[in-house]
């Protein structure tokens, strides 16, 4: 291999000492003061940089088989799989999004950033899963302000952490309710929380995802097939219908409008099942809008049906004794946290489920499949309304 140092202002020289065979180290031999030294290794006829940067005032180093740019670049490409990937994960404190947490700190590929409410709640949990402190770290994040949600993006932000993957985990689910409650911002709970909080973080972290170096970037967020009405589950009354958006484009304050998306009575059983319609919805959109400019994976999933999730602590105790074994035994459609975990944490890193836009589900034999969502969720004229609205009503239009 031949190197040659073209039009430097400072001496070059080449030595071949001290160093293993097939090792070049180019010094600046002469009275310049500015710095430059790069160590080149000669592997098979290429190059690879040892250094992270080199400073040059003129001219260029030219090598049969590299440029300086080229080898610049080097570092960048290792970097890509020696580190951790960070992925962000709403709701780890419990249920779905511990189990993901835990089953993605045991591949010792990834640092998780657990998103919760509650402090000490979410770092007891971590201890009692075995998740170890080198592999998490807890950031407060309340879902139901918007304010909490820039706060938290503006922490992380400070961290200096890189994201390589968002995970839109936590959900509230108030089967039972009579009355609406409210967000901060007086959004009615279960759609400005699974959907509107949701939404606003996926926003505001697009920039860091975009930036990330990381093999494989995603955005996913947890679907429900109670909101697909496509399927048994999806057609147990009250059913998922989202009208045509007037509640939600009138704020659901239950003020000047109603606190449901389609501008009906309230129902608490629905007013969730219609937030997942809205996560689906958000999902494609997201796919059509920023797939193809950034790469980023946007997909969401229904890991199965964990019967024995916090996710049902509102509903009546009869509902939560008998829900457990009917889905074990009658429907089969029963999935422990641990499997749901380990599921969601297929979508966040296995190469083979990297294609965007798609719904995941799996078989009884817990083989991924892309699944189809009903027809209201698959709505591409509906998804750009629902996309403009939720946009206003947190404040980014």
């Not at 799996?362 to 309304?385: G, M, Y």
Request: hydrophobic letters at 40%.
């Amino acid at each position: 291999m031949a190197l040659q140092a073209v039009s430097f202002s400072p001496k070059i020289s080449i030595h071949k000492d001290v160093y293993p065979a097939g090792t070049f180290v180019l010094k600046n031999t002469g009275l310049s003061e500015v710095p430059f030294s790069v160590h080149i290794e000669v592997k098979s006829k290429s190059l690879i940089y040892r250094n992270k940067e080199v400073r040059v005032p003129v001219g260029a180093v030219r090598a049969q088989t590299a440029s300086v740019s080229e080898i610049k670049q080097a570092p960048q490409e290792v970097n890509k799989t020696l580190r951790k990937g960070n992925v962000i994960i709403t709701g780890a404190s419990s249920g779905l999004g511990l189990a993901t947490a835990k089953a993605l700190a045991e591949t010792g590929k990834w640092h998780i950033i657990m998103a919760c409410r509650n402090f000490l709640k979410a770092q007891m949990a971590a201890k009692s899963a075995g998740v170890a402190k080198e592999n998490y770290t807890i950031m407060h994040l309340d879902l139901a302000s918007l304010e909490s949600i820039r706060q938290f993006v503006d922490s992380f932000r400070r961290s200096g952490m890189p994201l390589d993957v968002l995970v839109c985990n936590a959900a509230v689910y108030l089967p039972t309710a009579k009355e609406p409650t409210f967000t901060a911002e007086g959004f009615e709970l279960s759609a400005g929380t699974n959907h509107l909080g949701h939404f606003l973080l996926t926003r505001l972290l697009l920039d860091d995802i975009k930036q990330s170096d990381y093999p494989s970037k995603r955005v996913i967020i947890v679907g429900s097939i109670t909101g697909n009405t496509n399927t048994l589950a999806g057609n147990v009354p009250p059913k998922a219908n989202l009208g045509d958006l007037r509640g939600l484009a009138s704020g659901l304050n239950g003020v000047n409008s109603s606190t449901m998306i389609d501008g009906g009575e309230f129902d608490g059983a629905k007013a969730y099942k219609d937030s997942k319609v809205c996560n689906m919805l958000t999902m494609q959109e997201l796919h059509r809008r920023y797939h193809e400019e950034t790469g980023i994976t946007f997909a969401s999933l229904y890991p199965g049906c964990i019967a024995t999730t916090g996710l049902f602590r509102e509903h009546i105790p009869l509902f939560r004794l008998l829900f457990p074994p009917f889905q074990k035994y009658i429907t089969k459609g029963y999935v422990s946290e641990e499997e749901a975990g380990k599921r969601l944490a297929q979508v966040v890193g296995d190469p083979s489920l990297e294609q965007s836009g798609v719904y995941w589900s799996w078989n009884k034999n817990s083989a991924s499949f892309q699944n189809q969502l009903s027809e209201e969720a698959s709505d591409v004229e509906k998804a750009r309304k629902l996309w403009e609205i939720s946009e206003k009503l947190v404040g980014l239009a």
